[in-house]
Antibody, heavy 117, light 108 residues
Framework: QVQLVESGGGVVQPGGSLRLSCAAS????????MHWVRKAPGKGLEWVALLRYDGINKYYADSVKGRFTISRDDSKNTLYLQMNSLRTDDTAVYYC??????????WGQGTLVTVSS | EIVLTQSPGTLSLSPGERATLSCRAS???????LAWFQQKPGQAPRLLIS???SRATGIADRFSGSGSGTDFTLTISRLDPEDFAVYYC?????????FGGGTKLEIK
C-alpha cells in the first residue's frame, strides 16, 4: 500500500526559504513520477511541479518557476520541494502525489506552509 | 495552457438525488486525459475518475464520468451523505497541468 508523508512545513517570512519532504513507502520513486500540488486557504487546487520517473525531466507552474525546485533522493526514497523567495501568496497546504504517467493517483495528507511577516 | 471551467460553482441537493457536474476545457484535452477528484475539509484529494470515464480502484459505481474533447461531466447517480464535498476536474495531458475551480456539493 502506498503511503506518502509530507513534512517540513511551517511559518516563514516573505523572501525566505523552506524545503518540503515527502517520504514514500510501499512504492519505489524511481519507478514513478511525483507531483507537488497546493491548496491555498479559500482557493482551489493548484498544480505546482512534476518530476518524471527518470529523475531528470521536471515541469513547473509559471507561478513558481525559477523559485521552486523539485528533486528526490533515491537512497531515501524521498521527494523534495525547495522553495526560495517565498511570497505571501505561496501560503497553502502542500501535497505530494504519486504519478502514474502524469495522473496523480495517490496523495499524502499535506503540510502547511505559511508565509507571513 | 488549457483552462478548465467548472459549473455550477455550488450545487445544493438532497441525499438520494442525482448530481451532474460540468467541466469545460478551453481547448480539446489530448487523449481525454481528464480526471475528477473529491476533497473534503482537512483531507487530501481523492481520485475518482481518470481518462474521463474510468473509475479509480475502490470508487463506488454511483460515480461515473463521461465526455470527450472539451466537455466533460461527473455524475453521481444517488447522493449519499458522504458525497457532499468539493469536486475538481484536472487535465493531465499537457504541462502546465491545470485544475478547474471546483464545484461545492452541499446538502440542501
Amino acid at each position: 500500500q502506498v503511503q506518502l508523508v509530507e513534512s517540513g512545513g511551517g511559518v516563514v517570512q516573505p523572501g525566505g526559504s523552506l524545503r518540503l519532504s515527502c517520504a514514500a513507502s510501499g512504492v519505489t520513486l524511481t519507478n514513478y513520477g511525483m507531483h507537488w500540488v497546493r491548496k491555498a486557504p479559500g482557493k482551489g487546487l493548484e498544480w505546482v511541479a512534476l518530476l518524471r520517473y527518470d529523475g531528470i525531466n521536471k515541469y513547473y507552474a509559471d507561478s513558481v518557476k525559477g523559485r521552486f525546485t523539485i528533486s528526490r533522493d533515491d537512497s531515501k526514497n524521498t521527494l523534495y520541494l525547495q522553495m526560495n523567495s517565498l511570497r505571501t501568496d505561496d501560503t497553502a497546504v502542500y501535497y505530494c502525489a504519486k504519478a502514474s504517467g502524469w495522473l496523480a493517483d495517490s496523495w499524502g495528507q499535506g503540510t502547511l506552509v505559511t508565509v507571513s511577516s | 495552457e488549457i483552462v478548465l471551467t467548472q459549473s455550477p460553482g455550488t450545487l445544493s441537493l438532497s441525499p438520494g438525488e442525482r448530481a451532474t457536474l460540468s467541466c469545460r476545457a478551453s481547448q480539446s484535452v489530448p487523449s481525454n486525459y481528464l480526471a475528477w477528484f473529491q476533497q473534503k475539509p482537512g483531507q487530501a484529494p481523492r481520485l475518482l475518475i481518470s481518462d474521463a470515464s474510468s473509475r479509480a480502484t475502490g470508487i463506488a459505481d454511483r460515480f461515473s464520468g463521461s465526455g470527450s474533447g472539451t466537455d466533460f461531466t461527473l455524475t453521481i447517480s444517488r447522493l449519499d451523505p458522504e458525497d457532499f464535498a468539493v469536486y475538481y476536474c484536472q487535465q493531465y495531458a499537457t504541462s502546465p497541468l491545470t485544475f478547474g475551480g471546483g464545484t461545492k456539493l452541499e446538502i440542501k
